[in-house]
């Protein structure tokens, strides 16, 4: 790793020429991805436990392994930028930990379908704002994403679930439904107290019309991915 | 990765060559260190939540997701010698974790000392028996020793507490004692069910006197960690 003042130096040249985003808001966006990227893991190790068998807990348990090597990444990357990880990553804590107390999985099925929903709806997230925020900061996200298809499992688990109750599929639905609710409510009070991250966001789409417009991609890539495992949005 | 015939056979050729080991015997050692990996990974991304900052959770966060990473490969090694990982596995699972319900830590401090107590243990166990097995598997296991050197934050950390706290080091010393003794009472259930494991280490090792050189050597390097982190054994 070349040393953090060349990397700063060599960062705020690229934003420079080809980005006027803010830096505080690419550290907020990193800070709330870390902190996101932090819990999943918890989470998902949690969640593991829930498990039928021991393949499929380990496949859970690889997968927030994978969650905790970005994090990393993202943290390393804010630390280029001359900020602090843990309080680039403070503001984030209540939001993200609220969700997730609220969305805790009582069954394999609901811990399956987190999983594969957050992951989706955090991947997409991910590839919008990408766009927006400088060129290393980019690669990351990008690079970040490449492993994204080890939710494959889960797809494949809810469909053996489905097909053995058949009303697994309402209440998965259900589930699915709550879980992208207490995503948009938590994203709505983070966006209410950080100026500066909506700023970067609305500025980067331009608008809010484009703002509106990149709702309903996320949206709608969330219904394509539940109908995909037969379920309802 | 080659096919698991090609695999399977090379490997029987080498261990045929070189090795008169039992293969049950291997799969039994790869199934109980295994199991003992994807537990370990359970333990640790549960215990990180008690953690006093983000910072040192993530590092025993990371530290999970490394054992997941050795589980892997574990687990992909009893498969290329032709047996079920989750079979080989099962054996192990109450053992396993009826250390860790014994073990469970109340406290960081805790937390800190069962991640680098465990840790420095199983790698010399790992040290010890890879010498008894088959070429393949004895690589498999040493690459898995490369990064065990992750327990480094928790030494420093170790030293943090006992540096603020004057009764923390009597408190620790007598928790890591309970863990060796744990592991060892644990160890004693599975060599009293697992003939063929107990040939292998009893085999390898060459004789009962060899045997209890080698508990021997693991308990003295168990007792100088401790030194080293300013804890009595």
Same mark, same amino acid.
Request: glycine residues 8%; proline residues 3%.
């Given at each position: 790793?070349?040393s953090? !003042? !060349?990397?700063r130096?060599g960062t /705020?040249?690229v ?7 803010? @830096?505080a !808001?690419?550290?907020?966006l990193?800070?709330?991805?870390a ?5 999943? *893991?918890?989470?998902? #190790?949690?969640?593991a436990?829930?498990?039928p068998?021991? #393949? ?8 927030? #392994?994978?969650?905790?090597?970005h ?10 930028l001359?900020?602090d990880?843990q309080?680039?990553?403070a503001? *984030? ?5 609220? *969700?997730h107390a609220r ?9 399956? /379908?987190?999983?594969?929903?957050g992951d989706?709806?955090a991947?997409? *997230?991910?590839?919008?704002v990408?766009?927006y925020?400088?060129q @290393?900061?980019r ?5 970040a994403?490449?492993?994204s298809?080890k #939710? ?7 469909g053996?679930l489905?097909?053995?109750d058949q009303t697994a599929?309402s209440?998965l639905s259900l589930?699915?439904?709550r879980?992208v ?8 009070? /983070?966006a209410?107290e950080?100026d500066?991250l909506?700023?970067?966001i /609305?500025g980067?789409a ?8 990149l709702i309903?991609r996320?949206?709608g890539k ?7 495992i037969?379920l309802?949005?």
């Amino acid at each position: 790793m070349k040393s953090c !003042a !060349a990397n700063r130096k060599g960062t /705020v040249a690229v934003m420079t020429e080809t980005y006027p985003s803010d @830096p505080a !808001a690419v550290v907020d966006l990193l800070g709330v991805l870390a902190y996101g990227e932090l819990s999943a *893991f918890d989470r998902m #190790a949690h969640d593991a436990r829930m498990a039928p068998n021991t #393949a499929l807990r380990a496949a859970l348990a690889e997968k927030a #392994a994978l969650e905790i090597g970005h994090y990393r990444k993202l943290v390393d990357r804010i630390g280029e930028l001359g900020a602090d990880p843990q309080q680039a990553m403070a503001p *984030f804590v209540v939001p993200v930990e609220t *969700f997730h107390a609220r969305t805790e999985p009582k069954t394999w099925g609901e811990a399956l /379908v987190k999983a594969y929903v957050g992951d989706g709806l955090a991947a997409d *997230f991910y590839r919008e704002v990408a766009t927006y925020v400088d060129q @290393p900061t980019r690669a990351l996200v990008n690079e970040a994403l490449a492993d994204s298809d080890k #939710a494959e499992f889960a797809i494949r688990e809810v469909g053996v679930l489905l097909a053995q109750d058949q009303t697994a599929a309402s209440r998965l639905s259900l589930w699915g439904r709550r879980l992208v609710g207490e995503a948009i409510s938590q994203a709505q009070h /983070v966006a209410a107290e950080r100026d500066a991250l909506v700023r970067l966001i /609305v500025g980067g789409a331009g608008d809010l019309t484009a703002i509106s417009a990149l709702i309903d991609r996320i949206t709608g890539k969330h219904v394509e991915r539940m109908r995909a495992i037969g379920l309802r949005h």
